[in-house]
């Protein structure tokens, strides 16, 4: 009996296998799943204020326009693939930390554009907190930074100052500048997002001395106090080559990019997400609501819509 | 100044050798004719010996041992070729067109179809198809196996429920489904394979060795870029991860079934189909159980991993809940992988057993039709349900029915680890250990295995591989570092060994030490089974942030998740080959009267040291697998770089870092390998 079973499942098996076979000899979709039905895909990096632009774009799109969306998890380099590849429609907050990737998808091969600003202005540089600030007040220029690289001291550093760089996703030339201003510290990178932010905590709240690369707007900046460390001044294409980086950051205007279809197919889902554009301070009040107070992100966004009626109305494409 | 440890392997070597008829506690001046005679026996240990003179000399001397960079070859630019060639035709090459595409979008659409079935059952559906399937699986009958696998069922569907995780369980459990389906086909074939000839099987090999050494994290980054982000990439990783297994232990049954059973079949007149289909590969059935069941083990925790490149389930959760420091939801969702672990693992097992039970007992007619029925029903009932399970409940668990534990969670942790952190009176707390742990152990042996020169190291690799399995192993082993240097990853890899190195250390004493204790004493094996079930399914990502916590970022909070992952494997090997000792020696043993201490040490140890070398290799496979993992949480070097390869999409970065882990891996795996003898199977 056994073997009449094996036999029949095995018969059953090549069947299928056959008839799986036979359905692949065409030439497959290139496009598949995201954009092509009626759901919108938004690509979410890792930070709790993208997780603020996609609930509140989420909300409202689902509440006024009735269009499903979903929002997936993906860094800024994965989420241009997705663009290009049709997988994800809109980015709602892109750091411009993967140039290599925006030349070759909007400049040549003209699948991802441009969605214009988000509204939010980002900033990065070097950071110590600022009760360690006040006691020495001239740490906030970098070329003194060598006389106080003792205070920095760690078990991870030796008998360097221990620097506590970004994560490996984010924008950032800061080893090389450690290297061309001769600056007595070691970079040590933070493997995640949310492993710089722990550490940090940590340190704070033990009242320790720290420098590092830190960021506005950061959900985080409402509970601990930063004061940033001068760097010189940011000139365009002052960060390239890196290895040649003498300069900070650029104060970067943060960007929404779209896949070019669903761009083009001007529908109100693409329209809504052309128009939203916001403040800083909007953004970290619902990232705030999400990270601090530990709202649903759900949750924080209703409750944001519903206190800024007239902000978002401005959004609604006209009909 | 890499001394502190090598030496100390040297030692083990010499205080193995004695023959164990010299008693301990001799007196200490005639300790070294023996010592000599032992090196004069054995040109091994004096071997080792000198090896390790010639590495301490050379660091002492020499100062910087780093592989000389005339020897690299550039492998960035082809890389970065490729890398770019795969962006440019992923719509138009025909392999993609013809082959590639055709996997990605086969897998999209199957797990699709399996969420939008989940979604149509609605919770009523799933639980009761569910809970049935799970009965099924025990034998659909009244016995206390069945009713518990149903029971258990039911109870991890309730429980992922209430804890408000309904959704993105369902988004796990389908994308497990097709991947346990994909992972057991192949592994399947591969194994029949294996099995049936011997050339297959020494092709296999070495693949499998590679592919479970390799990082995941390694390969997720090549398929990223052929497959893009979402569920084929994820899929199809999890797929190489956990077929490894299932091929391994289906040749294995193949191989090892009854030689009289076959000769009794062969002499009946059943021809070679005959015979593979009537006698070897039932009787390899349990085996193929226990190869499924690893399978699915393999596949959970790749699922939840995969949530980094785009994959939706409970990672996602548990990588979204990281992002604000929300360990509460995080721990949440991790009690839920875990649950589905322990339904997963239950039912498979109870099916596997009743195999075994029914190969011995035979099965009734009329049990057999009875699950002939059972199975007709579960069929059935999953149409019914997908035509009208959304009218009869909602589709997700009611949210009424849901108790948010993530807030008291995050508060026990907080609690917890700011105590042992920094608030142990006199002895300090975790952050100051730590400390110590870097300054005086961990930043020695970096600077130490830094120095020393590339040769001496490739000299001690071989003769240790050498000596502990067959020159081939010592060819391997220096083969793999000639790789990592010419890749110009010497100090990278360096820095990543030390880390190995202190986290196997560490993983061992533990390990041992709770493997001795779980041996002898009944209480604590009862308790530690539950612990170390978790420790070994509970998904990495959600103590990165407790650990960091507790010893901050640094290379300390890599080694202690990697010990963490690594232990439970070396406590359980340890514990069963001290279990398995010859119970005529120890009750020999007992007779003579020696104590129980005498027993341990004199007979139990030295006759498990099989199994603790087997533990040994394990520790270092697992140790060596959380590499990546760390450095997420500031271990830096080798790990950082796959990370940061692979959030960045750089295949030049990513993938040469990968390869010098597997290099690495293979090193260890090969000079810690017995000859003559494959633990892992």
């Not at chain 1, 799109?61 to 998890?73: F, R, Y």
């Not at chain 1, 940033?228 to 929404?256: M, R």
């Not at chain 2, 030689?259 to 002499?267: D, H, I």
């Not at chain 2, 959030?647 to 090969?670: E, F, H, N, T």
């Amino acid at each position: 009996m056994k073997n009449k079973q094996i036999r029949k499942t095995v018969v059953a098996g090549i069947g299928i296998l056959g008839a799986l076979s036979l359905s692949a000899c065409g030439a497959a979709e290139t496009n598949s799943g995201g954009g092509t039905d009626d759901k919108v895909v938004l690509a979410e990096p890792s930070w709790v204020g993208a997780q603020a632009n996609a609930a509140v774009v989420k909300k409202l799109m689902e509440d006024e326009l009735d269009v499903k969306v979903e929002a997936k998890q993906m860094d800024e380099p994965v989420a241009f693939d997705a663009l290009d590849s049709g997988k994800a429609d809109a980015i709602l907050e892109d750091w411009h930390g993967v140039p290599k990737k925006e030349k070759k998808y909007v400049d040549e091969k003209k699948t991802v554009v441009s969605g214009g600003d988000l509204g939010v202005v980002g900033h990065i540089g070097w950071f110590v907190p600022k009760y360690y600030a006040d006691k020495n007040p001239d740490v906030t220029d970098y070329k003194n930074l060598n006389k106080y690289a003792k205070d920095f001291r760690t078990s991870e550093s030796g008998d360097k100052g221990h620097f506590i760089g970004a994560a490996p996703s984010y924008s950032q030339h800061d080893k090389e500048l450690i290297k061309n201003f001769d600056l007595d510290y070691k970079h040590i990178p933070s493997g995640a997002e949310a492993a710089q932010l722990k550490e940090i905590q940590r340190l704070y709240e033990a009242k320790k001395p720290f420098l590092t690369y830190w960021w506005e707007p950061q959900w985080m900046n409402n509970k601990i106090d930063m004061v940033e460390v001068e760097l010189p001044k940011h000139t365009p294409g002052c960060e390239e080559p890196a290895a040649k980086a003498k300069c900070g950051y650029e104060t970067n205007q943060l960007e929404k990019f779209l896949n070019a279809d669903f761009a083009k197919s001007n529908s109100d889902a693409a329209k809504f997400i052309k128009n939203f554009k916001w403040t800083t301070k909007d953004q970290n009040e619902v990232a705030g609501d999400i990270a601090g107070k530990k709202m649903k992100p759900e949750d924080a966004a209703e409750k944001w819509i519903k206190a800024n009626k007239s902000t978002w109305e401005k959004w609604l494409p006209k009909k | 100044m890499s001394t502190p440890t090598i030496p100390e392997q040297g030692e083990q070597k010499t205080s193995d050798a004695p023959s164990p008829r010299q008693p301990d506690g001799r007196p200490e001046q005639q300790a070294p004719p023996s010592g000599l005679a032992v090196l004069a026996r054995s040109p091994k240990v004096l071997a080792v010996l000198v090896a390790v003179l010639v590495v301490v000399v050379s660091a002492a001397v020499g100062g910087s041992g780093v592989w000389p960079q005339g020897w690299t070859i550039d492998i960035r630019t082809p890389l970065n070729d490729l890398d770019g060639w795969l962006v440019d035709n992923r719509e138009k090459s025909p392999i993609f067109l013809y082959f590639l595409l055709h996997i990605s979008n086969s897998a999209e659409s199957s797990v699709d179809a399996i969420i939008s079935l989940f979604d149509a059952m609605g919770w009523i559906g799933v639980t009761v198809v569910g809970t049935l399937v799970g009965w099924a699986a025990g034998g659909s009958d009244l016995s206390r196996r069945a009713l518990r696998t149903g029971g258990t069922t039911l109870g991890v569907f309730i429980a992922c429920g209430v804890l408000n995780m309904w959704a993105p369980t369902m988004e796990t459990l389908a994308l497990m489904t097709v991947a346990v389906f994909a992972a057991a086909v192949l592994g399947l074939l591969l194994g029949l394979g294996a099995g049936l000839s011997d050339r297959f099987e020494k092709i296999l090999r070495p693949v499998f060795d590679t592919m479970q050494v390799m990082p995941a994290f390694a390969y997720l980054l090549p398929l990223l870029l052929m497959f893009g982000v979402g569920v084929p990439s994820a899929l199809i990783a999890t797929v190489i991860y956990a077929a490894p297994p299932m091929a391994r232990l289906t040749s294995l049954g193949l191989r090892s079934a009854d030689p009289a059973a076959l000769e009794a079949s062969a002499s009946l007149g059943a021809s070679h189909w005959q015979r593979l289909w009537t006698a070897r590969l039932p009787l390899a059935r349990k085996q193929m159980m226990l190869g499924l069941n690893q399978a699915i083990m393999m596949c959970l925790s790749m699922v939840v991993l995969a949530s980094l490149i785009g994959s939706e389930g409970l990672g996602d959760e548990i990588y979204q809940a990281l992002g604000s420091l929300d360990v509460g939801t995080a721990l949440t969702a991790g009690v839920a992988v875990v649950l589905i672990a322990v339904l997963l693992d239950r039912t498979t097992a109870a099916a596997g057993e009743r195999l075994d039970a029914t190969v011995t007992v035979g099965a009734t007619r009329l049990m057999a039709r009875i699950r002939m029925a059972v199975w007709g029903l579960v069929l059935a009932l999953i149409g019914v349900f997908s035509a009208v399970g959304s009218s009869i409940g909602e589709r997700e668990w009611p949210d009424v029915w849901t108790v948010d534990v993530t807030r008291p969670l995050q508060s026990a942790v907080d609690w917890l680890t700011e105590t042992i952190g920094s608030g142990i009176p006199v002895l300090g707390g975790t952050v100051v250990w730590a400390k110590g742990f870097t300054v005086y152990v961990l930043n020695p042996l970096r600077s130490g295995l830094e120095t020393t020169p590339w040769w001496a190291l490739a000299l001690l690799v071989g003769v240790i591989g050498w000596i502990v399995g067959t020159w081939r192993a010592a060819l391997t082993g220096v083969i793999c570092l000639g790789l990592i240097g010419m890749m110009g990853l010497w100090e990278k890899s360096m820095d990543t060994f030390s880390q190995v190195i202190g986290g196997l250390v560490l993983t061992m004493v533990i390990g041992i030490v709770l493997g001795i204790l779980t041996a002898r004493v009944e209480r604590v094996e009862r308790m530690l089974r539950p612990v170390l079930d978790t420790m070994q399914t509970m998904p990495q990502f959600v103590y990165l942030i407790p650990v960091i916590a507790l010893v901050g970022l640094s290379r300390s909070a890599g080694i202690i998740a990697a010990v963490i992952y690594a232990c439970p494997a070396v406590i359980r090997i340890t514990a069963q080959g001290l279990r398995y000792v010859d119970p005529a020696a120890m009750e020999a043993s007992r007779s003579l009267g020696a104590t129980s201490r005498q027993q341990l040490l004199g007979v139990q140890l030295p006759l498990a040291r099989k199994s603790l070398l087997v533990g040994v290799n394990q520790g270092v496979v697992l140790v060596l697998s959380m590499v990546v993992i760390a450095g997420l949480i500031g271990g830096g070097a080798l790990g950082y770089d796959v990370v940061q390869g692979l959030s960045k999409g750089d295949l030049s970065q990513g993938l040469p870092a990968g390869i010098a882990i597997v290099c690495l891996g293979i090193m260890l795996d090969r000079i810690t390998q017995p000859a003559g003898e494959r633990p892992r199977d």
